[in-house]
Structure formats: structure tokens, C-alpha cells
């Protein structure tokens, strides 16, 4: 799994952030992500809006590409900056909270990885037509 981002009030360049090698194997892997990052005007002090670009089976993300994730909400600090925000979604992706889903069926469906992995697959296949 590749997550790459676009940054688009800095001006910076793409980002791609590679998996790391001691993560096990997981249902993500060879699939790559697109991510917007918009940063507000008084960054770093709030988080960024994060969202996927590439529509994303996750139980922490919705159909429109929002994220769940407690770091770019009430557990933000100005400390983060984008690697720790792109470690914590890709983290995200392995370990979801199921106790707070945005995507019910992909919740539902988590702990049977193998149809977890099926279904994932043919809605990425299915999005990239």
C-alpha cells in the first residue's frame, strides 16, 4: 500500500509515503491511495483537512473520502506534522476503530478478512473504471 498526498495551500510537491517493512501484511497492500491535505491559516496550531481522493473501503472512511481519526480532531497538537499525520492514516488502515465508523458495512465485515479483502478489492477495481 502506497499513500500519496497532494498538498494544496503550500505549494509543496506530491508525497508518497511507502509502507514500512515491519508491517505484516495487510488487506491494503499493493493498493495505492490518493489524499488531499488542505492547511488552514493557522496551522500549525489546527489540524489539516485530510480526505481521500481515491475512494477508500475502510470502516473510519465515508463515501465521500472524510477520515475518522482522532489526531486530525480533539486529539490534534501542533506538534504533528504531515509524516505523523500520513503514519497515523496508514497505521488507520490496519487497525481501524470499529467503535466509530463513518463506513457501517466495511465495519461489519472486518474481522472476516478474507471477504473483507475480496470486497476491497473489487470496489477498487470497480473505482478505477
Known sequence: ????????SHGAPPLSL?????LPAQVYEGLTYKLSLAFPNDYPFKAPTV????????????????ICLDILKEKWSSVYDVR???????????EPNNASPLNAQAAQMW????EYKKTLHKK?????K
Open 18 to 22: 511507502p509502507p514500512p517493512s515491519s
Open 124 to 128: 477498487y477495481a470497480d473505482d478505477a
Open 51 to 66: 480526505k481521500f481522493e481515491t475512494p477508500c473501503f475502510h470502516p473510519n472512511v465515508d463515501q465521500f473520502g472524510n
Open 111 to 114: 474481522d472476516n478478512q478474507e
Open 1 to 8: 500500500m502506497v499513500i500519496s498526498s497532494r498538498l494544496d
Open 84 to 94: 505523523a499525520v500520513l503514519l497515523s492514516i496508514q497505521s488507520l488502515l490496519g
